[in-house]
């Protein structure tokens, strides 16, 4: 079954930029979409198509990819932005739809 | 407003069926796919599974887990989602999301994607 591999846990400094990955096969040939999930609350889309921002997600928030891996940056990180972060794709055939295991981003 | 609102959740025996429901608003429902996603307590977001327009034959597709056992529906003359889920197991216990997953435009012109508070499940003895 297709898989998409995130690190458990990313830790940033308030202002510094934080990057998130996301590893896949298909991410070449298939967008990754990036969503962010609050404690106790639910997720909110905040890439999508690889590097487009949805309305109202700030400018900080940008994505990017590289042959099988898609990066998720916040550039100039805030507080607010604590949370956990799935990346979200199809493998090849786009038979099979999966998250990534999430990535919790924490601060120093 | 964009909304999706999820009802039907419960406590249910293994082996027993449940039915969840999610009406949405703020957006054409019509021309949108719709998803349901859960997430075990403590656990990531999985996909279960998605309905694709009318328009373009209501087909449907599920996650291996949940193939043969759960299936989705939608009315688009109420606005309404629907989730069958039949032969649960322990392991279907989540909170479930019904939702557009990819950014859809809504009424007002902004484009996002729609997320409701999710409805729990739980699947216990």
């Known amino acids: 079954s297709y898989e998409l591999t995130q690190p458990p846990s990313v830790s940033v400094s308030p202002g510094q930029t934080a990057r998130i990955t996301c590893s896949g096969d298909?991410?070449?040939?298939?967008?990754a979409y990036w969503y962010q999930q609050k404690s106790g609350q639910a997720p909110v889309l905040v890439i999508y198509?690889?590097?487009k921002r949805p309305s109202g997600i700030p400018e900080r928030f940008s994505g990017s990819t590289s042959g099988t891996m898609a990066t998720l940056s916040i550039i100039g990180a805030q507080e607010e932005d604590e949370a956990d972060y799935y990346c979200?794709?199809?493998?090849?055939?786009?038979?099979?739809?999966?998250f990534g295991g999430g990535t919790r981003l924490t601060f120093l | 407003e964009v909304q999706l609102v999820e009802s039907g959740g419960g406590l249910v025996k293994p082996g027993g069926s449940l039915r969840l429901s999610c009406v949405a608003s703020?957006?054409?429902?019509?021309?949108?796919?719709m998803n349901w996603v859960r997430q075990a307590p403590g656990k990531g977001l999985e996909w279960v599974g998605r309905?694709?327009?009318?328009?373009?034959?209501?087909?449907?597709d599920y996650a291996a887990p949940v193939k043969g056992r759960f299936t989705i529906s939608r009315d688009d003359s109420k606005n309404m989602l629907y989730l069958q889920m039949n032969s649960l197991e322990t392991e279907d216990t989540a909170l479930y999301y019904c939702?557009?997953?990819?950014?859809?435009?809504?009424?007002?012109?902004?484009?996002?994607?729609?997320w409701g508070q999710g409805t729990p499940v739980t699947v216990s003895s």
């Open positions: 939702t557009t997953l990819l950014p859809i435009k809504t009424t007002a012109g902004s484009v996002v994607a729609c």
């Open positions: 703020g957006f054409t429902f019509n021309n949108a796919y």
């Open positions: 309905i694709k327009t009318n328009t373009e034959g209501g087909t449907t």
């Open positions: 298909a991410l070449p040939k298939k967008y």
């Open positions: 198509e690889d590097s």
């Open positions: 979200y794709s199809t493998d090849n055939s786009g038979d099979q739809r999966v």
